[in-house]
């Protein structure tokens, strides 16, 4: 899985006032995409930032809040208390060392916790990708499926591994698809009661090229929001710049 980790020794890291942390997850993805993909997403969407941009990349954090997901074997979670403590940790450990600013890059929708933590923090952090800048990559990329009806292991996730990591992909997502657009009740009850695959969405309009053109379009959308917390704008920045803590997770991109 190269690229998961930053390999960079004390001496070569980028003397920068911005760090960006990968989040993500490890949970289910259906029976073709690995417990790890939220993970290996963030760290696709992070080293595309960081390419472009003058950030300092850090290793991720892979396991999260999944506890809609705990029906499946392989899933596990961390509470809320402890994903919020663990972020705001890694924000502080690099203000004292000399890196005032952190954006934290979400691979998964169920962390609403991080939102709070990010209007929490007077303008120190950013939450990267908006619901906004997530619709933009959807467009520039030309996926079909709505984010809404797009929720899991669907055509987004999928194309993003299937040009980040195939070797990751399974076989079978051709045939994979599934639809639950009414998901009102999933913080009560889990997903089990709307999938029994664990997918929501529709991964045969996956490609990897969509991937790559998704990855792509975050990485240039990333300006705004290093501009944003480089300014140190603080007022509401936990509601621009990530998701709504109360959303049940079907507008987010991923899941």
Not at 28 to 52: M, N, S, Y
Not at 111 to 134: C, H, I, K, R, T
């Amino acid at each position: 899985m190269d690229g998961m980790l930053p390999l960079h020794t004390s001496v070569e890291e980028r003397d920068v006032p911005v760090a960006v942390l990968p989040v993500g997850s490890h949970e289910q993805h259906g029976p073709f995409l690995p417990l790890a993909t939220d993970t290996l997403i963030a760290c696709a969407v992070a080293r595309e930032i960081a390419a472009a941009h003058p950030v300092r990349l850090l290793p991720p954090v892979t396991i999260s809040c999944s506890h809609e997901h705990a029906a499946w074997p392989g899933t596990v979670s961390v509470s809320a208390a402890t994903l919020s403590a663990v972020v705001r940790d890694v924000a502080g450990s690099l203000r004292r060392s000399g890196v005032p600013k952190l954006v934290v890059v979400n691979g998964h929708g169920g962390n609403y916790v991080l939102g709070n933590v990010v209007q929490e923090s007077g303008g120190d952090m950013a939450l990267f990708p908006s619901a906004e800048e997530w619709d933009e990559a959807r467009d520039a990329a030309g996926v079909e499926t709505a984010a809404g009806d797009d929720m899991h292991a669907g055509e987004l996730e999928t194309s993003i591994l299937l040009h980040a990591h195939p070797e990751a992909v399974r076989d079978g997502y051709a045939g994979a698809d599934h639809r639950a657009g009414d998901r009102r009740r999933l913080l009560t009850v889990g997903l089990a009661p709307y999938t029994g695959s664990g997918v929501v969405g529709r991964p045969s309009l996956a490609s990897a090229g969509k991937g790559r053109d998704v990855l792509a379009s975050l990485a240039r959308s990333f300006g705004g929001c290093l501009a944003a917390v480089q300014q140190g704008e603080g007022a509401g920045q936990g509601r621009d710049e990530g998701q709504d803590p109360v959303d049940d997770g079907d507008g987010q991109a991923l899941r």
